[in-house]
T-cell receptor, first 114, second 113 residues
Framework: SQKIEQNSEALNIQEGKTATLTCNYT??????LQWYRQDPGRGPVFLLL?????KEKRKERLKVTFDTTLKQSLFHITASQPADSATYLC?????????????FGKGTKLSVIP | DTAVSQTPKYLVTQMGNDKSIKCEQN?????MYWYKQDSKKFLKIMFS???????INETVPNRFSPKSPDKAHLNLHINSLELGDSAVYFC????????????FGSGTQLSVL
């Protein structure tokens, strides 16, 4: 069956360190992969999208990599801050590009400890 | 201005009732969605809809039905509510005909007693 797995439910990290979150998928060949942030009581907020022909994408302190051979994306937050504490979700369109079936992983709850 | 707004934010109702959740987006987007987030925080797609096509997740009971009076609105109607329908429901929208970069509403917490 098709799966999207985020490596851990929770990740604790010291302020200032780099947080690395993992998203693995099976049985898909996505045209792109997305990362979202969700704070308690709020809807997910889009962070980054990386396409299958891109190896890496950056936005300020965020970096995403996409390895279509390994079927894996890594999401990095450098110089992490307590304000980065949230749940981070990866998402794939499981029906292929051009459709609208964005499916989310279960998320990793990141806690940045001062 | 809120980009994707849903009402109500909280909805408490009895089993067997019929209820609706409204969603409006002012982004000019072509595609709208409904997602359900259960108690384990797993976000599952229910429907996606644009002016050409409604795609229904096969696991969604037919008690749930989306209604779109126009491109900016996608309301969710739920008939004969059950205890298991208790969850947070999120509306979202995206530009064009792809699911790139979804904008989410703040959610409606539905509690069925």
């Amino acid at each position: 069956s098709q799966k999207i797995e985020q490596n851990s439910e929770a990740l604790n990290i010291q302020e200032g360190k780099t947080a690395t979150l993992t998203c693995n998928y099976t049985n898909y060949s996505p045209a792109y992969l997305q990362w979202y942030r969700q704070d308690p009581g709020r809807g997910p907020v889009f962070l980054l999208l990386i396409r299958e022909n891109e190896k890496e994408k950056r936005k300020e302190r965020l970096k995403v990599t996409f390895d279509t051979t390994l079927k894996q994306s890594l999401f990095h937050i450098t110089a992490s801050q307590p304000a980065d504490s949230a749940t981070y979700l990866c998402a794939l369109d499981v029906s292929g590009a051009g459709s609208y079936q964005l499916t989310f992983g279960k998320g990793t709850k990141l806690s940045v400890i001062p | 201005d809120t980009a994707v707004s849903q009402t109500p934010k909280y909805l408490v109702t009895q089993m067997g009732n019929d209820k609706s959740i409204k969603c409006e987006q002012n982004l000019g987007h072509d595609t709208m969605y409904w997602y359900k987030q259960d108690s384990k925080k797993f976000l599952k797609i229910m429907f996606s809809y644009n002016n050409k096509e409604l795609i229904i997740n096969e696991t969604v009971p037919n008690r749930f039905s989306p209604k779109s009076p126009d491109k900016a609105h996608l309301n969710l109607h739920i008939n004969s509510l059950e205890l298991g329908d208790s969850a947070v429901y999120f509306c979202a929208s995206s530009q064009g005909m792809t699911s790139e970069k979804l904008f989410f509403g703040s959610g409606t917490q539905l509690s069925v007693l």
